[in-house]
Antibody, heavy 119, light 108 residues
Framework: QVQLVQSGAEVKKPGASVKVSCEAS????????ISWVRQAPGQGLEWMGW????????EYAENLRGRVTMTTDRSTSTAYVELRSLRSDDTAVYFC????????????WGQGTLVTVSS | EIVMTQSPATLSVSPGERATLSCRAS??????LAWYQQKPGQAPRLLIY???TRATGVPARFSGSGSGTDFILTISSLQSEDFAVYYC??????????FGQGTKVEIK
């Protein structure tokens, strides 16, 4: 069965960086895009960006460009998101999600990783 | 950027009743709309994609309709496990693939 398993919670200071992982199993990793979505406490969902695990092509949300990098490791079927220059408003649960082949929905999601930014 | 607006923000419904949730796009998105359900402490779950296609394993009481700018998610007879927050998301124009702000379905 398809599974996306994310790394554990992180606590970071303002200005630091964080890297969250998402290990995929149960399907051919390079055949489906991965997006990252975050959710601040008590708030809605915010799309952060997308990566094609086969080509490495990426698209990022405009408000995060310059601070975010998405990568994949095909040898371990793992996707990563790195966010730099962390601010308090980056405190959120970060989800990875698999994109349906025709780019019309996210059909499987990771369990979420809480990133807390606090001095 | 396409703005997705959901209404109402909160919907109070009794178990067994019908729930109708609305999602409006700031410009036409064809049928490129998905609906998700999210319960506290959980990841979102895909319910509907392509505006009206139920995802695998989703009960038939969930149905989606609409195209262009106006979309509806209907839950025909609310069960206890359906009380949650529901989000719509457009996939017509990116980046970004924008979400609505969510509708909370609560017990009346």
């Amino acid at each position: 069965q398809v599974q996306l398993v994310q790394s554990g919670a992180e606590v970071k200071k303002p200005g630091a960086s964080v890297k969250v992982s998402c290990e995929a199993s149960g399907y051919t990793f390079t055949s489906y895009g991965i997006s990252w979505v975050r959710q601040a406490p008590g708030q809605g969902l915010e799309w952060m960006g997308w990566i094609n695990p086969y080509t490495g092509n990426t698209e990022y949300a405009e408000n995060l460009r310059g601070r975010v990098t998405m990568t994949t490791d095909r040898s371990t079927s793992t996707a990563y998101v790195e966010l730099r220059s962390l601010r308090s408003d980056d405190t959120a649960v970060y989800f990875c999600a698999r994109l349906i082949g025709d780019y019309t929905a996210f059909d499987y999601w990771g369990q979420g990783t809480l990133v807390t930014v606090s001095s | 950027e396409i703005v997705m607006t959901q209404s109402p923000a909160t919907l109070s419904v009794s178990p067994g009743e019908r729930a109708t949730l609305s999602c409006r796009a700031s410009q036409s998105i064809g049928s490129n709309l998905a609906w998700y359900q999210q319960k506290p402490g959980q990841a979102p779950r895909l319910l509907i994609y392509g505006a009206s296609t139920r995802a695998t394993g989703v009960p038939a009481r969930f149905s989606g309709s609409g195209s262009g700018t106006d979309f509806i998610l209907t839950i025909s007879s609310l069960q206890s496990e359906d009380f949650a927050v529901y989000y719509c998301q457009q996939f017509n124009v990116w980046p970004p693939w924008t979400f609505g702000q969510g509708t909370k379905v609560e017990i009346k």
